[in-house]
């Protein structure tokens, strides 16, 4: 046992999800369609959502939609949250399906049958003495608002949006204590289709509506953030960010200014608008040199302003390397912004870059640049698992890697970050967001669904589920 190896009391120990990833139930409880049931499964996904022009339209005759059906758990919650029980979680991070409470996002009152679900899940998870940890949004707007009003190009979704935030922030006031706005808030840059809500066109411009639509989500954000200390004083609200670390490939200077400049304009982009409460000097230059015209409403900067996050949350799955002129045939497929291979690094099955202390640097960065609480609410290994003629599953590869970042995240905390947990990603299989494959898992709890949608949905425990019970009984100090 290393006894530096453990955490500050109270640290947040868990595990993430999303309602959309795992629910299924697409169509009960007069669930309205969101973004993610109208994406197919398997590696068409991933095209569609690079690709222009996609238009939001299920074709059930070329395609299959994972998501409709999920894992279950709108009907096995029950089951599923006494496992994370079992393992010892103090929070768990789920979201809100949108379309649960506002089917159209339109409505003036909301779904009662949708309000009340997720009444039972906390209520459930409370009987444990699980906190939740809700993502107000998470890739799952509604359909009718990208189709009638252009996701979130339009102002009016402001308003859609802040109606919903009121009404979930008040109906649970007294069962959820931390809240984040927009998952992965900066993804739009590179997939806008899901984290806002439309499609690139071939003949349009991308520059100016990504940023009107970013700018609607801040004034969102704030709006959310006002209403969350109004209405919950005690709870705090986080934003979300999709943090990759990105190395210069030499010492070329000209290679680490490029670097640079890309790691600033992905990663804190948002986060500075949501942190620091204003637009950052350096994306006035990009603004100017891309003809980008925000329309503001009077008021909005001083919003921004007035309500940003209590913490900031992010996701760390890899890091990316990068130099100004790419050799062809040196990039990395995998890795969600590409860049070139880093000699120094393995890749997941899916070609991710496995790179634990990137996630030191990352927590060092974001310390450094904001001086608020983090909170890591999303990593993990997506692999393939095997399950034995004993039943059992021997994921030793999905155990090391996170033993790996735990590791580097006790470094930080050394190194004088303030962490407040950590909630690795998919801790039961669920359904993956790029690819809607079941084969990409990364839980501790197995489930049996394979990419067909064959399977029995029954649940078992992998051995990283015993390893991480431990890890989390011992305050991380048994790893
Ligand atoms: C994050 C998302 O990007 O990464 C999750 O917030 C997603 O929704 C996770 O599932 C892992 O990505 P993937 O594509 O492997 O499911």
């Not at 200390?229 to 490939?249: D, N, Q, R, V, W």
């Not at 010492?251 to 680490?256: D, K």
């Amino acid at each position: 046992k290393n006894e530096k190896m453990e955490f500050p009391k109270g640290f947040l120990w868990g595990g993430a999800t999303a309602a959309n990833q795992l629910e299924g139930g697409f169509h009960e409880g007069n669930k309205g369609l969101n973004i993610a049931d109208v994406l197919p499964g398997g590696k068409e996904r991933l095209k569609l959502l690079q690709s222009p022009g996609f238009n939001f339209e299920m074709d059930t005759e070329k395609y299959s939609y994972p998501n409709h059906e999920a894992i279950d758990f709108y009907h096995r919650y029950k089951e599923d949250i006494a496992l994370f029980a079992e393992m010892g979680f103090k929070v768990y991070r789920m979201s809100i399906a949108w379309t649960r409470i506002f089917p159209n996002g339109t409505e003036l009152e909301p779904n009662e049958a949708g309000l009340a679900f997720y009444d039972r899940v906390f209520d459930e998870l409370h009987k444990y003495g699980i906190e939740p940890v809700v993502t107000m949004s998470h890739y799952e707007m509604p359909v009718n608002l990208v189709k009638e009003y252009g996701g979130w190009r339009s102002r009016e979704v402001v308003t859609f949006f802040e109606r919903y935030a009121k009404v979930i922030l008040n109906r649970y006031k007294n069962k959820v204590k931390y809240w984040l706005t927009f998952n992965e808030i900066n993804s739009g840059l590179e997939m806008p289709i899901m984290g806002l809500g439309f499609a690139i066109q071939k003949e349009e411009d991308k520059y100016q509506p990504t940023f009107q639509a970013f700018h609607h989500q801040f004034v969102a954000s704030s709006l959310a953030v006002k209403a969350c200390h109004e209405i919950i004083p005690e709870a705090k609200i986080g934003c979300m960010i999709l943090y990759i670390p990105t190395y210069s490939f030499d010492c070329n200077p000209e290679n680490v200014l490029y670097a640079q400049q890309e790691a600033r304009f992905f990663n804190t982009f948002c986060a500075d608008v949501q942190v620091k409460g204003k637009y950052p000097s350096f994306i006035q230059r990009y603004f100017r040199e891309h003809s980008i015209k925000l329309e503001m409403k009077p008021g909005d900067l001083e919003l921004i302003k007035s309500y940003p996050v209590d913490f900031i949350s992010f996701s760390y799955y890899m890091s990316r390397t990068e130099m100004k002129d790419k050799p062809s045939g040196d990039t990395v497929e995998g890795n969600i912004l590409g860049g070139v291979k880093n000699p120094f690094l393995k890749a997941s099955d899916w070609g991710w870059e496995i790179d634990p202390i990137g996630l030191r640097i990352t927590l060092n960065e974001f310390y450094d640049r904001y001086q608020k609480p983090l909170f890591v609410v999303e990593n993990g290994l997506g692999a393939k698992d095997k399950v034995e003629e004993d039943g059992s599953i021997n994921d030793d590869y999905r155990i090391e890697y996170i033993r790996e970042h735990i590791i580097q995240m006790r470094e930080a905390i050394e190194d004088g970050v303030e962490l407040m947990g950590y909630t690795p990603w998919g801790c039961i299989d669920l359904v993956s967001a790029s690819t809607g494959e079941m084969s990409k898992r990364y839980g501790f709890i197995y489930v049996d669904k394979n990419d067909d949608g064959s399977g029995t949905l029954e649940r078992k425990r992998k051995k990283s589920f015993n390893w991480y019970k431990d890890v989390i009984a011992s305050n991380g100090s048994e790893i």
